[in-house]
């Protein structure tokens, strides 16, 4: 059962603009949230979190918003760079770590 | 400080096999975790080790399986190998035994096994 998912399997924005990637969860057990990036032939790398009991974390570029009511959180990128490309794993976790099907991001310059 | 390493890179099977794949957690981590990403469907999520112990499996078949050692390195296995395994076979390490609002673990991964049945 896909407790996390992504529905959008690709995104592609112009380079200098925001991008902003979208997860939604079934198991409001899930307590605590993560972005990871994959780029093709390496493991994926972590992100950014946010806990449960925050609505918004930012890091330099990228924040991450979470609305527990709606069980739905997403990423922004801003300025989007060519560098970003990659696919972006949304994770959700409780015990283990639940991941959703990504969605790959293109940033064109 | 090495990473998760994971062998082999690559694997070549046939139907019926079996299939044997390796992991070591970056140096002082006790959970492992293994992930499958086949085409289009993202991380699965298949076993969850910590301490030694199997904490938590995923919706997968009993011919998936696996243990972890001693020294916290892991291994997945595969039985009767059917062509849908062909996929990234992923494993990350973190450093507590939950990843919650608690610990604000995070997971380490490996590049991954990719495993072809034909």
């Known amino acids: 059962d896909q407790q996390v998912k992504q529905n959008s399997p690709s995104l592609s924005v112009q380079e200098g603009r925001i991008s902003i990637l979208n997860c939604d969860y079934t198991n409001s057990m899930f307590d605590y949230f993560l972005w990871y990036k994959k780029y093709p032939a390496e493991g994926p790398t972590f992100l950014i979190s946010?806990?449960?009991?925050?609505d918004k974390n930012e890091d330099g570029r990228f924040t991450v918003f979470l609305n527990k009511s709606a069980k739905h959180l997403s990423l922004h990128i801003v300025p989007s760079q060519p560098g970003d490309s990659a696919v972006y794993f949304c994770?959700?976790?409780?015990?283990?770590?639940?991941f959703g099907a990504g969605t790959r991001l293109t940033v064109k310059p | 400080e090495a990473g998760v390493t994971q062998s082999p890179t690559h694997l070549i099977k046939t139907r019926g096999q079996q299939a044997t794949l390796r992991c070591s957690p970056i140096?002082?981590?006790?959970?492992v975790y293994w992930y499958q990403q086949a085409l289009g469907l993202g991380l699965q999520f298949l076993l969850w080790?910590?301490?030694?112990?199997?904490?938590n499996r995923g919706n997968f078949p009993p011919r998936f399986s696996g243990r972890q050692f001693p020294n916290y390195s892991s291994e997945l296995n595969v039985n009767a190998l059917e062509l849908e395994d062909s996929a990234l076979y992923l494993c990350?390490?973190?450093?507590?035994?939950?990843?919650?609002?608690?610990?604000?673990?995070?997971?380490?991964f490996g590049s991954g096994t990719q495993l072809s049945v034909l």
């Open positions: 994770a959700a976790s409780y015990n283990d770590m639940r």
């Open positions: 946010i806990s449960s009991i925050k």
């Open positions: 080790y910590d301490e030694g112990e199997e904490r």
């Open positions: 140096s002082g981590h006790t959970s």
């Open positions: 990350a390490s973190s450093l507590a035994g939950t990843a919650d609002s608690a610990t604000n673990e995070k997971l380490f």
